[in-house]
């Protein structure tokens, strides 16, 4: 779903690139990160306009292929990528995904966006080989394209305090939507500037 989380005149656009982690999945979109993510730029005197262009059960592939028009309407000042959890899932070729990925940062730096790319992190039954090389795609790509590598946005959650998951045990509950805005924070707000910086 592309969901525009603030109409006001801003100075900046944040875009969100992500699967269902970030699209709200099984919540009310107003609980997700990213809607608290708007409400905490206000309220800390950043006017960015968010913009939510997660959509659930997208791989690497479908987001790159649809970042070229997104782009066309937008151009991001910030983007924040959260994306190839799905793909390890269902045990995609490790190259495939750094190449799919490598594509969307090359889109967004070619206008000029600032990248924070957020690593993702599979259960360790698909094998520690694998597992392994997933996570290790994001480091090497956050060198390669000088662009900040965050943190696991379910760090401190997932495993910690199983009682924050749906179900599922994949997604998040609204109660760890805050932790998991928090979790991504101290590596965005180096990216935003304030109006006269």
């Avoid at 006001?8 to 699209?23: F, K, R």
């Avoid at 910030?78 to 750094?98: F, T």
């Avoid at 000029?112 to 997933?134: A, F, H």
């Amino acid at each position: 779903m592309y969901c525009l989380l603030s109409a006001a005149a801003a100075a900046g656009t944040i875009l969100v690139l992500a699967d269902s982690l970030s699209a709200s999945y099984g919540i009310a979109i107003e609980d997700g990160w990213v809607a608290l993510l708007q409400e905490r730029l206000r309220l800390q005197g950043y006017n960015y306009q968010v913009i939510n262009a997660s959509i659930s059960g997208d791989t690497t592939a479908g987001a790159a292929a649809r970042l070229g028009p997104l782009l066309e309407r937008e151009r991001p000042d910030i983007a924040i990528i959260e994306l190839g959890g799905n793909d390890g899932l269902r045990g995609l070729s490790i190259a495939e995904i750094r190449e799919n990925l490598t594509q969307i940062i090359r889109q967004f730096k070619q206008r000029s966006s600032r990248v924070l790319l957020l690593p993702m992190q599979i259960p360790p039954n698909y094998g520690e080989i694998y597992t392994s090389k997933l996570s290790g795609i994001y480091a090497d790509l956050a060198q390669e394209h000088g662009i900040t590598l965050g943190r696991f946005i379910l760090d401190n959650i997932v495993l910690e305090h199983p009682e924050l998951m749906q179900d599922d045990g994949i997604h998040p509950k609204a109660e760890a939507q805050s932790m998991m805005l928090d979790n991504i924070w101290d590596d965005l707000q180096p990216l935003l500037t304030k109006p006269g910086q």
